[in-house]
């Protein structure tokens, strides 16, 4: 595997964010799509906070050769902060070369080891295959959908959620591997 690193966000990321956020091969699962660097940049400074200080939502970037590649967002709530919810966006070109996979698995290693988190879970449109199929490498379990939560152009839209619980990912094997 190519140097990568998972770091928290700053704001000198944020051109480079706006250039696969705003790329319609990445955005088009999402519901909010970034028009400018302006509207990316309001929106992250309104509502990203420092990662620990729980509840609420940080913004951790993947770099490649210290070149950011992708996002992990993570929103932790529930009882003690335990339980968090994680998106992730890959820029084209570095998608299926195994950043998402490596960079996310040490990521829940370190939320579910380190932070002692209880649960972590996703959701995502289930159209969105190939992130469907990355969930299930990494042994989230498909819970089931959630009906007309989203609403996109006008239209209600379902989603699909995934669950992984602490306990699952310690008795997993690629949770064995060192971070």
């Keep these: 595997m190519d140097d990568f690193a998972v770091d928290e966000y700053t704001p000198n990321d944020l051109a480079d964010i706006f250039k696969y956020r705003s790329d319609a091969r990445v955005n088009r699962f999402y519901s909010i799509v970034p028009k400018s660097i302006e509207e990316l940049g309001g929106y992250l400074e309104k509502h990203i906070i420092k990662f620990g200080t729980c509840p609420g939502y940080s913004l951790f970037i993947i770099r490649k050769y210290g070149d950011v590649i992708g996002d992990i967002g993570i929103n932790c709530w529930g009882y003690q902060s335990k339980i968090c919810g994680i998106g992730y966006a890959i820029r084209p070109e570095s998608q299926r070369k195994g950043y998402a996979y490596n960079s996310l698995r040490i990521f829940?290693?370190?939320?579910?080891?380190?932070?002692?988190?209880?649960?972590?879970?996703?959701t995502l449109n289930p159209e969105n295959t190939p992130s469907m199929k990355l969930l299930e490498k990494l042994e989230f379990k498909k819970e089931g959908n959630l009906r007309e939560v989203e609403y996109e152009?006008?239209?209600?839209?379902?989603?699909?959620?995934?669950?992984?619980?602490?306990?699952?990912?310690?008795?997993?094997s690629i949770s064995k591997f060192s971070t």
């Design 153 to 172: 152009n006008g239209i209600w839209k379902d989603e699909a959620i995934y669950g992984l619980l602490n306990e699952e990912w310690n008795k997993n």
């Design 108 to 122: 829940i290693n370190e939320l579910f080891r380190r932070y002692e988190k209880k649960r972590i879970q996703a």
